[in-house]
């Protein structure tokens, strides 16, 4: 990394990493800059050919002819009357809940048999939970 490393054993801040991808572009240009004043003076040369090639980021990008459009103008709206329809409709539609397929195939499963199992042991653990709360308010056993 270029610029301030950071202590030992600390990883870069994001304002330490920003700060040298500042410095580099920076330099870049700098060099870019002296070299297309070298190439001026000693005339074109490939490597400035290839330099005329590159893509500033804050540049614009060229307008290019991408002649007549591949679909009607009535086709298009068409069509974008179509998906802003359906996006609309996605946006208020309640959103489903994630499901995992194996998890619910496991709940279907299980349900008879836990239903089997509370029918035959439920009334059983409430009676004898009745029966303690009883005893313990009334100091009785019952």
């Known amino acids: ?19 040298s991808i ?14 297309e004043v070298a190439h001026e003076t000693e005339g074109q040369s490939e490597e400035a050919q290839v330099d005329e090639d590159v893509l500033e980021l804050d540049e614009p990008l060229p307008s290019a002819d991408l002649g007549p459009p591949l679909l009607d103008e009535e ?17 208020t539609a309640p959103q489903q809940p994630q499901v995992n397929p194996l998890e619910e ?26 029966r303690r709360e009883i005893s313990r308010i009334t100091g009785r056993p019952v």
């Not at 990394?1 to 600390?10: D, Y």
């Not at 500042?22 to 070299?35: Q, T």
């Not at 086709?75 to 946006?91: D, I, K, N, P, V």
């Open 105 to 130: 195939m496991v709940r279907e499963m299980l349900r008879p048999i836990l239903k089997q199992w509370l029918d035959e042991n439920l009334p059983e653990i409430v009676n004898e939970h009745v």
């Open 75 to 91: 086709t298009a709206e068409e069509t974008r009357h179509s998906l802003q329809e359906l996006s609309s409709l996605a946006a």
């Open 22 to 35: 500042k410095k580099v572009i920076a330099e870049e240009k700098e060099l870019r800059s002296a070299v």
């Open 1 to 19: 990394m270029v610029g301030a490393m950071p202590a030992p054993g600390r990883e870069p801040s994001m304002e330490d990493i920003l700060a």
